[in-house]
């Protein structure tokens, strides 16, 4: 079996990194990463802030720091790494050797062997429609932070940021940065979704952030001109007379992310629907391992998280499968594991974590029950 | 501006803290020790899961613990306010505040824009919701590659906005 790969991991995001370097750390030679980008490390190369958690997931580092690091890791530890390649299909496999269809920008469609494979696709934006939500000038605040800080391009000088989660605080932080006057955070709730500190820098820097607020539409002839918002009561209904004007060329949606199913589900896993972590994700077992053996999943396509967590499952998974491959004996993998759950399990816990360790172990349980009958 | 804003507080509301949450905070010392010279102010209300202020401080002067989602806790005798805890903070939450001239509060605090203010340069000194209150002069601009592209900007206001002002504005 000479061109089967020992694991193909797919994705190459803080997770499918931390994976394939946790593989490769144990003596796999034949490692690869499919990645449909110009570039690996996923979301991290947009990510210009200082990172949280602790010095095990890089924490006080800038995100896209951390990519180059995990990505320098990965290839000096002699891991493959094929860009601008999708994944297009997950085929009828066995246990031993999966097959892997991709196309490939250089050498078009084919097929690719391996006999462990690591799903670690991510997640994406969801959006909201209203009233002129087609326009040009109303994007993902993900795709604003990609012009921004990847293409260098400002996609508004005046924006308005629909979401007021970490991603809706952090990016407008970062418009702010890049030049860009932000006339104000819309939240439908009655409070932040995002962390206090995350909303205080972005307050004391003169952004109002407008709370019980929908967005009503977006005005324009060709692109976006206005935007109206507009109060809403307890049941969610808008107050008429409540509506606030603003003069913008940009409205980003920061609405909560989604995670990308769709090879788990064409792989045949199981999946379950967790609000708290985006929506529908695959049964997983400790090791996360899915209810198809050998095929595993790590980070945000298990459930929306944080990098911190996305790299610690990367890792659980990555010593799963050296585990499996017979590369590392299983009382030293349970070790190892067991001290990664004790750093997940510190990671989600607090107001803000509570809700997706309970989801988690959910996930965990749900995919005994399955797996014993 | 909004009126939304002026109407609440709270940290689990909007971010800013209420007078009591604000004393209450296990990362905020004393007025009686910002008297004494200058002295880091974590102003981290949230357990959110982050320890990175306390591989930070030299001194061993802040505490995070298990969980890793605990509130640092200053010990407020062992911090020397030496503001190296201030650029490693990503919430850009931790502050290094000085009530030890009279009649002057000198407020350190993380600048990550440009242009970077010079010593000497007077800038607008804007509370926590961004409202100019006062003027400020910049005493020191402190940079190492360390800080990772995050200045330590010391303002010198006068002494009643020490617990407002916690932004700047440079003019230019």
Redesign the interface.
């Known amino acids: 079996m000479k061109d089967v790969y020992d694991v193909a991991i797919i994705g190459s995001g803080p997770a499918g990194l931390a994976a394939a370097i946790e593989v490769a750390k144990h003596g796999c030679k034949k490692a690869v990463i499919l990645d449909e980008n110009f570039r690996p490390g996923g979301q991290l190369f947009k990510q210009i802030?200082?990172?949280?958690?602790?010095?095990e997931q890089y924490?006080?580092?800038?995100g896209f720091?951390i990519g180059e690091t995990l990505m320098n890791e990965a290839k000096d530890l002699g891991v493959e790494i094929l860009l601008r390649t999708s994944v297009i299909g997950l085929f009828n496999s066995n246990y031993d050797v999966k097959t892997i269809g991709i196309y490939s920008h250089d050498k078009g469609v084919r097929e690719i062997k391996a006999k462990r494979i690591i799903i670690a696709t991510g997640a994406r934006e969801n959006v909201i429609a209203f009233p002129g939500w087609t326009l040009p000038g109303v994007m993902g605040a993900g795709a604003a932070q990609t012009l921004m800080n990847i293409y260098r391009v400002l996609p508004g000088e005046r924006v308005l940021m629909i979401g007021s989660g970490n991603v809706g605080l952090i990016v407008t932080y970062q418009l702010?940065?890049a030049g860009a006057k932000v006339v104000?955070i819309v939240e439908a709730m009655?409070?932040?979704g995002g962390?206090?500190?995350?909303?205080?820098?972005i307050?004391?820097?003169?952004?109002?952030?407008?709370?019980?607020?929908t967005i009503k539409e977006a005005i324009g002839k060709e692109y976006v001109e206005k935007a109206v918002i507009w109060e809403i009561d307890r049941n969610w209904k808008p107050i008429k007379g409540t509506e606030k004007v603003f003069e913008v060329d940009l409205i980003c949606l920061a609405v909560g992310m989604i995670p990308n199913i769709e090879l788990t589900r064409m792989a045949g896993c199981e999946h379950i629907y967790i609000k708290a972590l985006g929506g529908w994700v695959p049964l997983h077992n400790m090791g996360m391992e899915t209810t198809v053996k050998g095929v595993y999943v790590a980070g945000d396509v298990a459930g929306v998280e944080?990098n911190?967590v996305a790299i610690e499952e990367g890792r659980l998974a990555g010593i799963s499968c050296a585990e499996a491959l017979g590369l590392i004996d299983s009382k030293e993998a349970v070790e190892y594991k067991e001290t990664i759950w004790k750093?997940l399990?510190?990671?989600?816990?607090?107001?803000?974590?509570e809700h997706r360790k309970k989801a988690k172990y959910l996930i965990l349980q749900e995919y005994e029950k399955r797996m014993k009958t | 501006?909004?009126e939304?804003?002026k109407r609440?507080l709270g940290?689990?509301?909007?971010?800013?803290p209420t007078e009591e949450e604000y004393w209450n905070c296990p990362g905020v010392p004393s007025e009686k020790r910002m008297l004494k010279g200058p002295v880091a102010v974590i102003?981290?209300?949230?357990?959110?899961?982050?320890?990175?202020c306390e591989?930070?401080c030299p001194f061993g002067a802040i505490k995070v613990g298990?969980?890793?989602?605990n509130l640092p806790v200053l010990d407020e005798d062992k911090c020397k306010g030496c503001k190296l805890c201030i650029p490693?903070?990503?919430?850009?939450?931790i502050f290094v505040v000085d009530l030890s001239r009279e009649g002057e509060a000198r407020i350190s605090l993380p600048y990550?824009?440009l242009p970077v203010p010079s010593v000497g340069e007077e800038v607008d000194a804007?509370?926590?919701?961004?409202?100019v209150v006062a003027k400020a002069k910049v005493v020191q601009v402190l940079y190492s590659e360390k800080f990772?592209?995050?200045y330590i900007i010391t303002i010198s206001v006068p002494k009643k906005y020490a617990f407002f002002v916690?932004?700047i504005?440079v003019r230019r």
């Open positions: 802030h200082k990172f949280f958690g602790s010095k924490a006080g580092i800038r720091v702010l940065q104000g009655p409070k932040v962390w206090g500190v995350h909303a205080a820098k307050l004391r820097m003169g952004v109002p952030i407008f709370l019980s607020h944080e911190s750093r399990d510190e990671l989600r816990s607090g107001p803000f974590g | 501006m909004s939304t804003n609440v940290v689990n509301i909007i971010g800013i102003e981290c209300f949230q357990e959110i899961p982050c320890n990175v591989d930070a298990h969980p890793i989602t490693i903070c990503p919430g850009l939450a990550e824009f804007l509370d926590r919701w961004g409202r990772d592209k995050t916690r932004s504005k």
